[in-house]
């Protein structure tokens, strides 16, 4: 007899993996990396739940917004390395993917029985890294992606920055100091207050081409 249970979303192909290996002639990159735990990971394998499921589902946002995923063991951490998202300003969209993780597994635990228990940390760091057969081979260098499975252990069910982190973000995050815990110090996310430029930049271009429009600051006077 047919089960009515839903299909389990599809685990990333490929070119959305990341595996960790010894690269000794990649490019040296500054990462950001987004680790997520998950602290229950063993009783939701063996429940009935569909939070597996929903674990798998939310974290499709890592290659939505370009970042590549690593598995290990409980750990579930995105990689946003330059290399990939074309750009070497990766921490806000780090951060925005972590929000987004966040409020989908909340969104699970309030509405089923059996609850996601998890924490996400922040962190940035260089990584040594290259493609091969369309996945991306990465080496930590130091110690950045422990750090942040370290800051996602502290992490009760939201999203902490590490201090690496919360520095390149002080200028578009109003940031909250945890408390310190394990010898490690966290800020809580409070408020994103980075502008998006997208709209603006795409206008920008637009006007570039096509010399005959007003320009830009018209329209945001309403001109």
Known sequence: MPSNKPESPKIESASDEAKHKLVT???KQTASFVALKIKNLEELKKSKSNAMDNINSAVR?????????????????????????????NELSALRTAEDIAKRLKEHNSKFVHKIDFGI??????????????????????????????????????????????????????AIPHEIKSGIKTW????????????????????????????LSDYRAGK
């Open 25 to 27: 002639n990649g490019t």
């Open 61 to 89: 946002e890592i290659p939505q917004n370009h970042g590549k995923i690593y598995r290990n063991d409980d750990f579930i951490v995105g990689i946003f390395a330059p290399s990939e998202t074309k750009t070497f300003d």
């Open 121 to 174: 940390g922040l962190n940035s760091g260089d990584v040594a890294a290259k493609k091969e057969n369309g996945k991306l081979l990465f080496t930590p260098l130091g110690s950045s992606m422990v750090t942040a499975k370290k800051v996602a252990e502290i992490a009760n069910k939201k999203v902490l920055m590490s201090e690496d982190a919360h520095r390149k973000l002080t200028s578009k995050v109003k």
């Open 188 to 215: 809580e996310i409070g408020e994103i207050i980075a502008r998006d430029e997208t709209h603006n930049k795409f206008i920008e271009d637009f006007l570039k081409r096509n010399k005959e429009y007003r320009q």
